[in-house]
């Protein structure tokens, strides 16, 4: 059974710090992904990443920077939090094409 | 790039009665199409996909139909049941436009009333 697990459920940061949201999944996927959840936008694909040290921008990379070291770590950086980040954050990973989420982590700058 | 649209963004519908979602998509060469359940507060998982060479494919009470020619596909839920209440997500992947990445529709809130 694949598990994806996201470093924290809930987090909240002041505007300008520097975060980090982790994601682990251990079924040695290849591909690993970040989106962020807001009402009414679905699922936005914010980057990914194809194989270690490699990554891609999705459709909103502004403001994030990833980094993936390790096959089974992928993780999310904001450099600099501001309040349009306040979200819900969700990792997936996949073998060819259906995706496995992490349970995700809501996120709320102030 | 894909795009993909998703209707409609809420339905309501009695237990025991059908439920239908259909999503558009834009890149002819997309060739895999997922569709995704997410209760609430609860992380989406994969309930069921189809492949382009595939025309339809049914699992218990869900199936997915998908028409290449007209670019769209649909899932559609039989006996509905309360605990089908959640958003639903369709997604289309694999053309050259998205490299692999799967692009999502907005989701579509079922709710089924008992």
């Known amino acids: 059974d694949v598990k994806v697990t996201q470093s924290s459920r809930y987090l909240v940061k002041r505007t300008g710090e520097k975060v980090f949201l982790e994601c682990v999944q251990d079924?040695?996927?290849?591909?690993m992904f970040w989106y962020r959840q807001d009402p009414g936008l679905g699922l936005r694909l914010i980057y990914f990443?194809?194989?270690?040290?490699?990554?891609e921008k999705g459709d909103i990379p502004e403001g994030y920077s990833v980094s993936r070291e390790k096959k089974e770590r992928f993780s999310l950086i904001l450099e600099s939090a501001s309040t349009n980040q306040t979200s819900m954050y969700l990792c997936?990973?996949?073998?060819?094409?259906?995706?496995?989420f992490g349970p995700g982590t809501r996120l709320t700058v102030t | 790039g894909e795009n993909v649209e998703q209707h409609p963004s809420t339905l309501s519908v009695q237990e025991g009665d059908s439920a239908v979602i259909k999503c558009t998509y834009s890149?002819?060469?997309?060739?895999?199409f997922p569709w995704y359940k997410q209760e609430l507060g609860k992380r989406p998982q994969l309930i069921i996909d189809i492949r382009s060479n595939v025309g339809e494919k049914k699992d218990q009470r869900i199936a997915v139909t998908l028409n290449k020619t007209a670019k769209h596909f649909s899932l559609h839920i039989t006996e509905t049941q309360p605990e089908d209440s959640a958003v639903y997500f369709c997604?289309?992947?694999?053309?050259?436009?998205?490299?692999?990445?799967?692009?999502f529709g907005d989701g579509t809130t079922l709710t089924v009333k008992p």
């Open positions: 990443s194809y194989d270690v040290k490699m990554k």
């Open positions: 890149d002819s060469a997309s060739n895999y």
């Open positions: 079924m040695d996927h290849e591909n």
């Open positions: 997604a289309a992947s694999g053309g050259v436009s998205n490299a692999g990445k799967s692009t």
């Open positions: 997936a990973s996949s073998f060819s094409q259906g995706k496995y």
